[in-house]
């Protein structure tokens, strides 16, 4: 019996093995290669990215109701100009990597909704909500980093008022079939502040404050920033298109 399970163990490992099993040039893939990009320092961009602010003037956006966008620019910042309207980016974007920078006032004003509110829209209605979410409460699907009224973040990751903090946003646009109907919904990651909070979260339509999310076709479109009536800041925003 020993001498049978000897054997079969000597049969084992002398079995033919074909080359192609074993050889690991197989699963290597040499094409394509990816393109070289430097990464920029800290925050700074990559060099593959397009800025949209660096402090140097708003010639990227305009205003959604048409004209200049008019919100103050100066020392490298730029505000909310309360009334003055959402703006928006000049150019459309698709799939796309986003980084801004981010600022709610120093002097704590109202609560809630009220406190350092604006937001970051995906073709003008995907929200990633921005709000002064440290110690204020508010519903947990509309604090900062929240999709608004779909997705809570998975941790409070905010910093106080008045300090910059970062948003770096992976975007997947939504696709449509020409009769309009949803063949993929759009997928968001967030980091807030260098924290996952929104792990690859599946919409399920546009972010509305009343009523339900549902999804209307569209191509490309501008990325948007809020003005809800805070003076809330931003800079350093740039753009990588995937
Ligand atoms: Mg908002």
């Avoid at 699963?27 to 290669?33: A, G, L």
């Avoid at 002097?107 to 073709?123: A, L, M, T, Y």
């Avoid at 608004?148 to 941790?155: E, F, N, T």
Wanted: hydrophobic share 40%.
């Amino acid at each position: 019996m020993k001498l049978i399970m000897n054997l079969a163990v000597v049969l084992f490992l002398v079995a033919p093995i074909s080359a192609q099993e074993w050889d690991p040039v197989l699963t290597e893939k040499w094409i394509p290669v990816p393109a070289l990009v430097v990464p920029g320092s800290g925050t700074a961009a990559p060099s593959d990215a397009l800025v949209l602010f660096d402090g140097s003037g708003l010639g990227s956006w305009e205003s959604v109701r048409g004209g200049e966008a008019k919100w103050l620019a100066s020392d490298g910042v730029m505000t909310v100009s309360a009334g003055s309207g959402d703006i928006r980016t000049t150019q459309l974007f698709g799939d796309i990597q986003l980084h801004l920078e981010w600022r709610t006032p120093a002097i704590v004003e109202g609560d809630g909704q009220g406190r350092g509110n604006s937001g970051v829209f995906f073709h003008e209605v995907y929200e990633v909500q921005i709000l002064d979410s440290f110690n204020n409460v508010t519903y947990s699907n509309g604090q900062a980093g929240s999709i608004y009224k779909q997705h809570i973040p998975l941790v409070n990751a905010s910093k106080g008022p008045g300090q910059w903090q970062t948003y770096d946003i992976v975007f997947q646009s939504p696709a449509f079939t020409e009769d309009g109907e949803v063949v993929r919904n759009a997928i968001v990651t967030v980091f807030h502040n260098g924290i996952v909070i929104q792990n690859h979260v599946e919409l399920t339509g546009h972010t509305p404050y009343i009523g339900l999310p549902k999804y209307e076709p569209h191509g490309k479109g501008a990325i948007k920033l809020q003005d809800h009536g805070n003076p809330t800041s931003f800079r350093n925003i740039w753009i990588r298109e995937l």
